[in-house]
């Protein structure tokens, strides 16, 4: 063996070794949420572990779970908690179940406008639910956002509560939501939600309640006839982890991932504007009937008998202060 072979190889060899320690000093990442991944969530989660990779140099990677593909929501909430899944991007859907002073966001027609509910969540009274959290074995991040939900099926265009009554929607597993819709007239159904798709294309529901960007993404066109705009509730969403898992890391990198949160959430507000703006047409080409003009005002009438319940338990005041916050 010449010199420079001796050379050649010695660097090879070098080489190998740097790699091999580059690779064994990344850290996986592995996050999961139930949503397609060109989806609204998928845009948010896809920030936001660009951050942690850019932030850290490389030494965090993120491995993205979509479509439901390690669980349904309340699973991933339980896997985190666990240790066997490090991040989660979730709705506040099953949120309640585990962090009860939660819930009081998810009344059906508590905000306004996408304005009233990002300012609310980002200012002191939604800080202030963030810091319920840890004493539950889990740590958001920040709030993200699903958005506002509407009503579809495959029985007929729904204008009033009438038009609910007796239909089997699927929901989330939230008391607050299902106690809602029994006042509308509807028969809810809690189901996981990488089994709605299938739920719906077999009849076994008759219709479900999502953001314009999860129809979108999860092609519920496919599978249901009639879309009504109910706006009927706003649904915010959270990146959570958990205090073992963020323990392991320095100062400097729980900053970093609290900070790619934010970004997180920029950019998955950001897609469920642009999917609420442009998203009715699509699903209208796609064959979807839409009902734009809602009888909002008889929706909120008829949940007056949950409103009672809402009060007595989240607090009148405390329920009065989120609608009136500006």
């Known amino acids: ?142 709030w993200s956002e699903n958005g506002f939900r509407h009503m579809t099926n495959n029985k007929h265009p729904i204008v009033t509560p009438a038009d609910t009554a007796g239909l089997k929607m699927r929901t989330m597993e939230n008391k607050v939501h299902m106690d809602g819709y029994r006042t509308f007239g509807i028969r809810p159904t809690p189901m996981a939600f990488p089994e709605v798709f299938g739920a719906l294309q077999q009849g076994i529901v008759d219709g479900q309640e999502n953001p314009i960007p999860i129809i979108l993404s999860s092609k519920f066109s496919q599978v249901q006839k009639y879309l009504s705009l109910t706006a009927h509730v706003y649904s915010p969403a959270l990146f959570l982890t958990s205090p073992r898992f963020m323990n392991k ?25 642009e999917d609420d703006a442009n998203g009715i047409a699509q699903l209208e080409a796609d064959g979807m009937i839409v009902v734009r003009k809602v009888d909002a005002a008889a929706f909120v009438k008829a949940l007056e008998p949950a409103n009672a319940a809402y009060a007595k338990e989240f607090g009148a005041e405390n329920i009065q202060k989120i609608r009136d916050f500006k």
């Open 249 to 273: 890391l320095s100062e400097a990198d729980k900053k970093v991932f609290y900070d790619a949160a934010k970004v997180g959430n920029i950019a998955q507000r950001k897609k469920v504007s």
């Open 1 to 142: 063996m010449n010199f420079k072979q001796t050379i050649r190889l010695t660097s090879i060899a070098a080489a190998t070794w740097l790699a091999i320690g580059s690779a064994s000093a990344q850290t996986i990442v592995k996050i999961g949420y139930t949503s397609a991944a060109n989806g609204s969530y998928g845009m948010g989660v896809t920030a936001f572990c660009d951050e942690i990779e850019k932030g850290t140099q490389g030494r965090y990677k993120c491995q993205q779970f979509p479509a439901g593909s390690v669980g349904g929501e309340r699973e991933m909430i339980e896997a985190v908690q666990l240790g066997t899944l490090d991040i989660t991007d979730v709705s506040t859907g099953p949120v309640g179940n585990f962090v009860p002073e939660v819930k009081i966001v998810d009344i059906p027609f508590l905000f306004r406008d996408y304005d009233h509910a990002r300012a609310y969540l980002d200012g002191p009274g939604g800080q202030e639910l963030l810091k319920k959290f840890p004493a539950k074995g889990l740590i958001a991040l920040t």
